[in-house]
């Protein structure tokens, strides 16, 4: 369960609302700490259609939302976050026409540092395609941050 589910929601929407997640049509799972985050297969994401691979930064997308979400997961007030390492190891090419997944997990937390470990799977979680490791730094927000984002938040609830 997430630290604060309001605010995870919320963080969580707001990371798959970004320009470049919603042209993706990402979506996603965010009933646990340990968030899914998912695209439908396209041949628009292939990196090549002669190769049929779907492109890098695709994944790459994918396992920095669900490693930001996972963070978020744990947050008590909203923070800022940004990734300062990520690193992608295939095991092998993704299966075409396959919707892909990633879940990811904050395994340490020192300071303002955190390490997120995912896994990018298709139909099998426990066959994972790849696997992503992230380094995030976050920081909470300053008294006048916190007032303009609530001020933001309750003018996007009145759209």
């Known amino acids: 369960m997430p630290a ?4 995870f ?3 969580f929407n707001h990371y798959l609302n970004l320009p470049h997640c919603r042209w993706l049509k990402i979506y996603g799972d ?3 700490t340990e968030p899914v985050i998912s695209v439908d297969w396209r041949d628009e994401l292939l990196e090549n259609t002669d190769s049929g691979n779907i492109h890098g930064g695709v ?4 396992v920095d939302m669900a490693s930001a979400c996972s963070l978020a997961a744990l947050f008590q007030q909203f923070e800022t976050t940004a990734t300062l390492d990520m690193r992608i190891d295939y095991l092998k090419w993704p299966t075409a026409n396959q ?3 990633v879940r990811a ?9 955190a390490f997120i470990r995912s896994h990018c799977f298709q139909e099998d979680e426990n066959q994972p395609f790849a696997l992503g490791m992230a380094t995030f730094i976050h920081t909470p927000l300053s008294e006048t941050e916190l007032q ?4 933001y938040l309750q003018q996007e609830q009145v759209k």
């Open 105 to 113: 997990h904050c395994y340490r937390q020192e300071g303002q540092i």
């Open 99 to 101: 919707s892909i997944h």
């Open 30 to 32: 965010c009933s646990s």
């Open 59 to 62: 994944i790459t997308t994918l």
């Open 148 to 151: 303009a984002l609530q001020a």
């Open 9 to 11: 929601k919320t963080l």
């Open 4 to 7: 604060q589910p309001g605010l």
